[in-house]
């Protein structure tokens, strides 16, 4: 069910018969593989290149984490594009659509799907590529109210999302923050744990709907 502005309400909007009707929707497996590939194309971008220490993404099969992987629409991409994939998710409704759907694709072997939360990841330290994620990271502050509960939240899984980055770990996020706060915050969280990085968006003026942001992990001095 969303909310009167047409947002998906976590987690009701995901649970039941709502995750069947998610990964029934052509129009949402459109909307999530389209946006899945424009991530892919920025984790390459030339200005992400050109921040902090120069140097180029070349390499075509990397190991990506998809934070909020929901019933695999963009795993399925980033998959089909020559990476392998680990899907995190936290609602079993979503995941298990993932897994079953994991079988038929032609490269599933390289999908590993976990359920888990984005918040407390079970991965080794300096062991990923690259993550992406789509639609899904807006929602790691669910539930917290006060503004210290949300920074400490945005904050801490910042930080461990750069341990879990190999050397020159990149991060593309596509999300809809709510409104200039919710977005500042998020962009401040990484900035303040040791990424570098730009946002992108249709039009710089606007605060909130589609909103990428491509980051890098800095270089240790
Ligand atoms: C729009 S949906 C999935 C989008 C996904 N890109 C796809 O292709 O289906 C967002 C997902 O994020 C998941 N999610 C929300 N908070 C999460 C968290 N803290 N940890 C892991 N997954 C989370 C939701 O359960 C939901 O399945």
Redesign the pocket.
């Known amino acids: 069910m969303p909310n009167h502005d047409n947002s998906?309400i976590?987690?009701d909007s995901?649970v039941g018969d709502n995750?069947s009707e998610?990964d029934n929707s052509i129009w949402?497996e459109r909307n999530?593989?389209k946006?899945?590939l424009v991530c892919l194309q920025y984790l390459y971008d030339e200005k992400l290149n050109a921040l902090g220490k120069d140097d180029i993404l070349n390499e075509k099969n990397y190991l990506i984490v998809?934070?909020?992987?929901?019933?695999?629409?963009?795993?399925?991409i980033i998959v089909e594009n020559g990476h392998r994939v680990i899907g995190?998710?936290?609602?079993k409704d979503?995941?298990s659509k993932?897994k079953f759907k994991k079988d038929f694709l032609k490269r599933g072997r390289e999908l590993e799907l976990i359920l888990?939360?984005?918040?407390h990841l079970p991965i080794r330290l300096a062991s990923i590529d690259h993550m992406i994620?789509?639609?899904?990271y807006n929602?790691?502050t669910?539930g917290k109210k006060l503004p210290g509960d949300i920074s400490k939240t945005t904050n801490n899984t910042a930080s461990y999302l750069k341990e879990i980055l190999k050397p020159n770990g990149r991060v593309v996020i596509e999300f809809y923050p709510k409104d200039e706060k919710e977005l500042n915050s998020f962009i401040s969280s990484f900035k303040d744990n040791g990424f570098d990085g730009f946002m992108v968006k249709k039009d710089f003026n606007q605060k909130s709907g589609q909103t990428f942001l491509l980051l890098k992990k800095q270089r240790k001095l």
Do not use: H, R, W
Not at 88 to 91: D, F, K, Q, T
Not at 116 to 119: E, H, T, V
Not at 133 to 136: H, M, P
């Open positions: 998906p976590f987690p995901y995750s998610y949402m999530q593989k946006s899945t998809d934070l909020g992987c929901g019933t695999g629409f963009s795993s399925e995190i998710e936290i609602l979503m995941i993932a888990a939360d984005i918040n994620s789509v639609s899904a929602f790691i669910y």
